[in-house]
């Protein structure tokens, strides 16, 4: 079951006298499939979708309606229960979103709450974390975002929800596939996952859901790169573009496919961001190891 899955990513990076390393693990919280029930407000319904999906066989679809405003728009107790942040080490939460109009940032918030029926008081937000732009309509969105200091102190996480900040008047939003990352980083800059991946850009499609994307960002150009400890079937997708970030206008670079088992070492290139591409969740305790040189 995916749902009880702990994924690791482990990602060095060194070369002369710059140095950084990051290590990566996530844990699945919410599927989007049947099973997993989205409670939404007045003028919000919610439900299973096939329409729009990544992973699995469905996405969790929020449709509003004129009457509503703003505040809290649907939750859903996915996989949690009673997930303690401070233990996990989470720094970050990514999952896929679509919606059906563009939308500026901070219009919807996603949020943790220790309530299961995600009733906590509102407050001053910092149990939320915003979303930034959705630059298209109809497109999906791999969106990674850093948890906030009192996310990252809750110790009985029972329920996960979207939060409108500003009226999204008529709109269909999708979510799926919501994780908890870790993210610990060394040395120079460090290795981070990207905010904001158009999936449609590192060659995914609507309703493909075989694949995953881990989006990485170099702190510095790569010379070198070495990938050890292939535990599932993968290609390592290589880009150029601005140094400390990513965008749909940085150039893909080449690909490498790896198998099971399989490992490349000093392979020459000179890229400043990689997607990694994989079939399968990893089990508990696996790892892909990737060392850089810069």
């Excluded at 099973?35 to 509003?64: P, Q, Y």
């Excluded at 610990?184 to 460090?190: D, L």
């Amino acid at each position: 079951m995916r749902a009880s899955v702990m994924d690791g990513l482990n990602a060095l990076v060194g070369g002369g006298l710059r140095s950084a390393s990051a290590f990566l693990s996530e844990k699945i919280i919410g599927t989007g499939d049947s099973g997993e029930t989205w409670t939404a407000s007045a003028n919000v319904t919610a439900t299973n979708s096939t329409a729009h999906f990544k992973r699995g066989t469905e996405s969790a679809k929020l449709a509003f309606a004129g009457g509503f405003t703003t505040g809290k728009a649907a939750y859903s107790v996915g996989q949690l229960s009673n997930l303690n942040m401070v233990t996990g080490g989470y720094t970050d939460i990514t999952f896929w979103v679509y919606s059906s109009v563009a939308r500026a940032a901070a219009v919807f918030q996603i949020g943790l709450d220790d309530a299961a029926d995600f009733s906590t008081a509102y407050g001053t937000g910092t149990r939320f974390v915003s979303f930034p732009a959705i630059p298209e309509a109809n497109t999906w969105y791999r969106v990674t975002l850093a948890l906030t200091t009192a996310m990252k102190d809750l110790t009985a996480v029972s329920s996960v929800g979207i939060w409108a900040l500003v009226d999204p008047l008529t709109t269909d939003l999708y979510i799926d596939d919501i994780r908890l990352i870790k993210v610990e980083t060394h040395g120079e800059g460090g290795v981070a996952p990207s905010a904001l991946a158009p999936i449609h850009t590192l060659g995914n499609t609507d309703q493909d859901v075989t694949t995953i994307h881990d989006l990485l960002i170099a702190p510095f150009p790569t010379k070198l790169v070495s990938i050890f400890n292939v535990p599932v079937d993968l290609t390592l997708i290589g880009y150029q573009g601005e140094i400390g970030a990513w965008s749909a206008d940085d150039t893909e670079q080449d690909a490498l496919p790896l198998l099971v088992g399989g490992s490349v070492l000093d392979a020459l290139r000179v890229w400043t961001s990689g997607a990694i591409r994989r079939t399968a969740d990893l089990a508990s305790g696996e790892q892909i190891q990737i060392a850089i040189g810069g």
